[in-house]
C-alpha cells in the first residue's frame, strides 16, 4: 500500500489533473505555492521510497520503519492539506491508517518486517 500511495504524489508533476493542482492553495502564498510544493513533492515521494525500501528488507532501513513511516505519512499530509481538495480526503486517511500501524506496531506489520 505504501508504494503505490507514495507514487501517487507524482501526480502533483502531471499537468492536467486538477486534484492535484499546485495552482491553488488555501494556506500557502501564491509566490510560494510551486517552489514550496515541489519541494515538499520530492521529499514525500523520497521518503516513500526509503520506506519502500525498508518494507522490502533492505539492511539498516527496515529496523528504522517507524520513522521512515512517520516522515513519510506527515510530509504527505502536508501536501494534501497545503493543496486540499476533498478528493484527497482519502490519501490522509491512508496516511492516518499508516501512522497507526506505525505507532502500535500490530502483529501482522511485525510479520510483514520478518519479527
Not at 16 to 43: C, Q, Y
Not at 70 to 84: D, E, N, P
Amino acid at each position: 500500500m505504501n508504494r503505490a500511495h507514495g507514487l501517487v504524489h507524482l501526480l502533483y508533476l502531471a499537468p492536467g489533473v486538477p486534484e492535484f493542482a499546485m495552482d491553488r492553495s488555501w494556506i500557502v502564498p501564491e509566490a510560494a505555492r510551486r517552489p514550496f510544493g515541489l519541494s515538499l513533492t520530492a521529499a514525500t515521494v523520497a521518503a516513500f521510497a526509503l520506506l519502500a525500501l525498508a518494507v522490502w528488507g533492505v539492511p539498516g532501513l527496515t529496523a528504522v520503519w517507524p520513522v521512515l513511516t512517520a516522515v513519510a505519512c506527515l510530509l504527505s499530509a502536508l501536501l494534501f492539506i497545503g493543496f486540499w481538495n476533498s478528493w484527497l480526503v482519502l490519501g490522509v486517511a491512508i496516511d492516518s491508517a499508516l501512522l497507526v500501524a506505525a505507532a502500535t506496531r500490530p502483529h501482522w506489520v511485525q510479520q510483514l518486517f520478518g519479527g
